[in-house]
């Protein structure tokens, strides 16, 4: 039972490098979404996506791109990485609205 | 635009107590409700959620949660804790704010002592 896989778990960058964060999910969900954790901030949203083709805004879109060309991926980039953005990113997805969130296992992202 | 409040950032109970966590959300129509435990490097796990009908659900391992509209509260219970409830737990609100997000309180982190 894979559910949701995230690639890479772990990456150093440097400040002002490009990368990419990829998700896929198994279970033929419709929903998507990434997410960043802190400490003492919880889950914040970056982006979702409601279905193949589309992307939205979350609580913090900021520096970060999104793609959805496949309905099991969810791709998140960064094109130009800032110290600001060392985190723990989780992807996740869900079949509709009132659906559980399944969640990927998070990937630590640290940008000096 | 929806919100969540858990107003507690940490809480140590004993093995074997009980336990409650507060949740409070703001959002103008009925929220979908979700509780969420989180083990140390994990990603996130569903405990219970609420959308409609009895106000007190029912979750995995023993939770429960009390949705009470007139205090926007959606509270966390587990009548005897175990010592591998240690963990963060996280509350969560799912609602229309121009397209459907679900959005996070900052977490509570359960320390269990023997």
């Not at chain 1, 802190?38 to 083709?53: A, K, N, Q, T, W």
């Not at chain 1, 960064?78 to 609205?97: D, H, K």
């Not at chain 2, 129509?29 to 609420?50: D, E, R």
Request: charged share 15%.
């Amino acid at each position: 039972n894979a559910g949701v896989t995230q690639t890479p778990k772990f990456r150093v960058l440097k400040t002002g490098q490009s990368m990419t964060l990829l998700c896929a999910q198994d279970m033929n969900h419709e929903y998507m979404y990434w997410y960043r954790q802190d400490p003492g901030m919880g889950l914040r949203l970056i982006h979702y996506s409601v279905g193949e083709g589309t992307t939205a805004k979350g609580e913090v879109p900021d520096g970060y791109n999104v793609s959805r060309l496949k309905k099991q991926n969810f791709l998140l980039g960064l094109e130009s990485a800032a110290p600001s953005q060392t985190s723990v990113y989780f992807c996740a997805s869900s079949p509709g609205t009132r659906n559980t969130i399944y969640f990927g296992e998070g990937s630590w992202l640290t940008v000096v | 635009a929806q919100s969540v409040t858990q107003p507690d950032i940490h809480i140590t109970v004993s093995e074997g107590a009980s336990l409650e966590l507060r949740c409070n959300y703001s959002y103008g129509a009925t929220p979908y409700l979700f509780w969420y435990v989180q083990s140390p490097g994990q990603g996130l796990q569903l405990l219970l959620k609420y959308f409609s009908g009895d106000t007190l659900v029912q979750g995995i391992k023993g939770f429960e949660a009390e949705f009470k509209r007139s205090q926007s509260s959606f509270n966390l219970r587990k009548p005897s804790v175990h010592w591998s409830d240690a963990a963060e737990y996280f509350c969560a609100v799912g609602g229309y704010t121009g397209g459907f997000k679900t959005i996070f309180g900052a977490g509570t982190r359960l320390f269990v002592k023997a």
